[in-house]
């Protein structure tokens, strides 16, 4: 125990920096934020565990577990904004312990890999932005990384477990993580007999299955046969053939991971001990890293639907193949050069430019930002380019901190400074007011739960469109909708009761005699 204590304090003040800032610093942002916790705030307003529901429709895009979990925390602390915030930040950790623990397995002998990659992951952006976002692959992670440590152990049981609750956690994904590395297993280590193996794989397949259609199945009896077709195949299908969203060509990936494992992904050991991978390729352990990263990489490739977040659960492989071969080969005393350059360069746009403002299409918000921000991020690549320690590990803990500091710099402000645009209490309060006192609310145009958790809402909020609001307004002349204000209806924002800026554009409350005028003037 105690080892293992020690093994946390050396990054544990990095993840609680991660965690903590945001959730003092920040509210939940639209769009994803604020759907998935209004997911879990109409599970807590109805009771209803098993079917979630979203503006009051069966949602059938995500499956339970993380509502669950907000739930839990709601029943133990009370309904809150920090709990939902809070539980990606704990399964990041877990994650980092599980992947430390990846490592004992595969190198026991070499314990400074188990020390090193925490650090290493802790040195990618997109790590440290997803550990304190309210969404799903934090868990998917998790669940991954477990079933990598049954699959290694040959624990079919626990393996079972992990893919049951990856399936809960964000759907049959799960598999696709899982299963090419599972496959590959008998080429890679001894196998006494191959029919044994896979018949055991299969069992723990039919046992992760057994565990989501304990859900599932009630699930689907109560939510319909629409709900029924959508969470056994439809949405699933959909996002591997022919997603509805985030399509993008196969070599997507290739360009934006770089960007999205910054600064890591520019740093020269990183880069010196990939180089060296030819070297090492007869280690178990490089070959067990490959076989579970390459094959899950390209199948994620050929997908039609990609986000970089969709990654995570292949991170750690890679992460636990660079901290072997920077164990192995012999790293020169050197400064971060690049990416201490790369994070003065962002420090300087920063102080630059609220001037000009005048001469491109930067946003308005731009000169909000604050003059400290910039001097932070300018000292924190010098830094870098200062940093040049003997020991290796001060400067893969150097990295790591900076990465960790520039990584909640930005985004917090760009939040700040970005005012209103991304804080949606006040306009979810005034909703919630209308509601309570009797006023007949509509919304015009796609409503992705935005206002219902921020402002408690306890009804549903009706949703037209252009072809139906001139009905709508006719037969409730005393409403008001809630409309975005952007291009062709940027002229009536002059006659909204309430109005703030919403991400690049604006949304307000208008009274809708004014729209029903519109629509006499038009209507036959």
Not at 409 to 429: F, H, K, V, W
Request: charged share 10%; hydrophobic share 50%.
């Amino acid at each position: 125990m105690l080892r293992v204590i020690r093994f946390f304090e050396e990054w544990a003040g990095l993840w609680l920096l991660l965690i903590l800032i945001p959730i003092v610093s920040r509210t939940i942002i639209q769009i994803d934020e604020t759907r998935y916790v209004t997911v879990a705030w109409e599970m807590w307003v109805q009771g209803n565990w098993l079917v979630p529901h979203l503006n009051g429709e069966a949602y059938h895009h995500k499956p339970p577990l993380l509502f669950w979990l907000i739930n839990l925390g709601w029943t133990v602390f009370g309904v809150n904004e920090w709990w939902p915030r809070l539980i990606p930040g704990l399964f990041s950790l877990g994650n980092l312990f599980l992947s430390a623990y990846i490592a004992h397995i595969l190198w026991p002998k070499q314990p400074r890999i188990a020390r090193w990659v925490p650090f290493i992951l802790l040195s990618s952006f997109l790590w440290c932005i997803f550990t304190s976002i309210t969404m799903f692959d934090m868990l998917l992670t998790f669940f991954t990384l477990l079933g990598i440590i049954a699959i290694l152990q040959r624990r079919w049981g626990l393996l079972g477990i992990a893919i049951g609750l990856g399936v809960l956690a964000k759907g049959p994904v799960i598999l696709l993580n899982l299963l090419p590395v599972a496959l590959l297993v008998p080429w890679w280590s001894n196998i006494q007999s191959y029919t044994k193996y896979y018949l055991s794989l299969i069992v723990s397949i039919l046992i992760g299955a057994l565990i989501a259609l304990t859900w599932a199945i009630p699930a689907g009896l109560l939510g319909g046969e629409e709900y029924q077709q959508a969470i056994f195949f439809g949405q699933t299908a959909n996002r591997l053939v022919n997603s509805f969203a985030h399509q993008q060509p196969v070599w997507w990936y290739l360009v934006w991971l770089p960007i999205a494992l910054f600064p890591l992904s520019f740093w020269l050991p990183a880069w010196r001990s990939l180089l060296q991978l030819p070297k090492y390729w007869d280690n178990k352990g490089v070959q067990f890293c490959l076989m579970w990263f390459v094959p899950v990489f390209i199948i994620f490739s050929l997908i039609s639907g990609k986000q970089l977040h969709y990654l995570l659960p292949i991170l750690p492989a890679l992460a636990l193949l660079i901290a072997y071969l920077l164990e192995k080969i012999t790293i020169p005393k050197h400064r971060a050069t690049l990416p201490g350059l790369i994070i003065i360069l962002l420090g300087i746009t920063f102080l630059i430019a609220p001037y000009l403002l005048s001469v491109t299409r930067l946003p308005s918000w731009v000169e909000n930002i604050p003059l400290p921000v910039s001097i932070a991020l300018i000292v924190l690549g010098g830094i870098l380019l200062g940093q040049q320690s003997d020991k290796f590990k001060q400067r893969l803990l150097a990295l790591s901190t900076v990465t960790v500091l520039v990584s909640l710099i930005i985004p917090l402000t760009i939040l700040r400074a970005s005012g209103q645009a991304y804080d949606l209490r006040e306009i979810s309060n005034k909703i919630n007011m209308l509601q309570q006192n009797g006023t007949t609310l509509a919304h015009f145009g796609n409503y992705y739960g935005e206002y219902h958790f921020l402002g408690r809402l306890q009804q549903e909020l009706k949703v037209i469109d252009e072809y139906d609001i001139c009905p709508w307004l006719t037969e409730h002349p005393d409403s008001k909708l809630i409309v975005y204000f952007k291009h062709d209806y940027q002229d009536l924002s002059k006659y909204a009761d309430y109005i703030q800026a919403y991400r690049s554009k604006l949304v307000g409350i208008i009274d809708g005699y004014f729209l029903r005028s519109v629509c006499v003037k038009i209507m036959p």
